[in-house]
């Protein structure tokens, strides 16, 4: 049967497939955004667009969308990846910390509350670890590390979890590194591969935590309409690779040469402060993920780097 959801973040990577896919399946979609008229543009047909800044998550006209809503999905938060000055570390904070609050704040007010709530986090939730091709592997039930991303992620997932006192259904998504063509981290990856200068960041043996952007979308829609999930899920590949096989595969998927190594400068040129999560990385599995039953469709680093090249535009 089709859902009424409303959505945060359709216009960044992940909720704009997400969008895509909500409306071809008949979904009623509302979206929150902060620019409600170019998101008219970018976000055809969508049931209601109301105006929510996630960095502030001020009470307005968007809060009356959320009753009658079956789910909230909530993808909001400005990029990790930029230059980070303090006031930007904020900003990284509040629009995800803050907006999660304040939408768990409007479902309170609704009389009539949504059944879920599908809620972003990130696994920078376990902090990264150190460069050894045989760490230990990150599933769902590891501690939280106590860095800043780790800490962002314990306080977003922590104003989502407060939904449940009302009866809210929430499945947290600590999301890998999503790979799609379209934005993203391999856009900036694929761009010293593109001239002649790719190949593993530093000594290669970090391991690298990836998600094709369709098993993304899929999962949150599985997550969605599976009545039985809740708690935190890890959205990335079964199969992690350290960032030397990386290295490899793309080089192989774009016919270049991978023996380069890319220097920490280099990346934090590409990636700003948020580098480091890349460049320390993490070996993390998706255990409650497959043990709900989701399928990925690209468990493995060549087939989905080929399909997503193939599909690059
Ligand atoms: N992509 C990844 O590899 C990845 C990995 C791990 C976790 N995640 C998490 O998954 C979520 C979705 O990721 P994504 O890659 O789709 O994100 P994205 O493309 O960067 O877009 C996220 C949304 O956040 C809102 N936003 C951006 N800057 C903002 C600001 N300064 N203040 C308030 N809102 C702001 C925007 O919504 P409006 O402009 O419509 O208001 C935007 O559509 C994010 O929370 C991200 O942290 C992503």
Not at 82 to 107: F, H, N, P
Not at 178 to 202: C, E, H, M, W, Y
Not at 287 to 308: M, N, Q, S, V
């Amino acid at each position: 049967m089709a859902k009424t959801i409303v959505l945060t973040g359709a216009t960044g990577l992940i909720g704009g497939e997400l969008f895509k896919r909500l409306t071809k399946r008949g979904d009623k979609v509302r979206v929150l955004v902060r620019n409600p008229e170019t998101a008219k543009e970018k976000l055809k047909g969508a049931d209601a667009y109301a105006k929510w800044d996630a960095a502030t998550g001020a009470g307005g006209e968007w809060e009356k969308l959320i009753g009658g809503a079956d789910a909230v999905i909530n993808l909001a938060g400005a990029p990790v990846a930029a230059r980070w000055t303090a006031e930007y570390k904020q900003l990284i904070s509040d629009s995800r910390v803050a907006g999660t609050r304040s939408l768990v704040q409007a479902m309170e007010k609704a009389a009539e509350k949504p059944r879920t709530l599908i809620n972003g986090s990130a696994i920078g939730y376990y902090g990264t670890q150190p460069h050894l091709p045989d760490v230990m592997e990150l599933s769902e039930s590891a501690s939280p590390a106590i860095d800043f991303l780790a800490k962002v992620c314990v306080d977003w997932e922590a104003e989502a979890i407060k939904a449940e006192k009302l009866g809210v259904r929430v499945a947290r998504v600590r999301t890998g590194v999503v790979l799609s063509t379209k934005d993203g981290a391999l856009q900036r990856l694929i761009t010293p591969f593109n001239l002649f200068v790719g190949g593993p960041i530093g000594d290669g043996e970090q391991w690298f935590s990836w998600i094709h952007i369709d098993d993304e979308v899929n999962l949150i829609l599985y997550l969605l309409d599976t009545e039985s999930a809740s708690g935190a899920f890890n959205a990335s590949a079964p199969q992690p690779v350290t960032m030397k096989n990386f290295a490899r595969a793309l080089g192989a998927a774009l016919s270049r040469p991978s023996f380069f190594s890319v220097p920490k400068q280099a990346l934090a040129l590409l990636f700003g402060e948020g580098a480091e999560a890349v460049a320390e990385g993490q070996r993390v599995v998706p255990k409650r993920t497959l043990e709900a039953g989701f399928k990925f469709a690209y468990p493995a680093l060549p087939a989905a780097l080929k399909d997503i090249l193939a599909h690059e535009k």
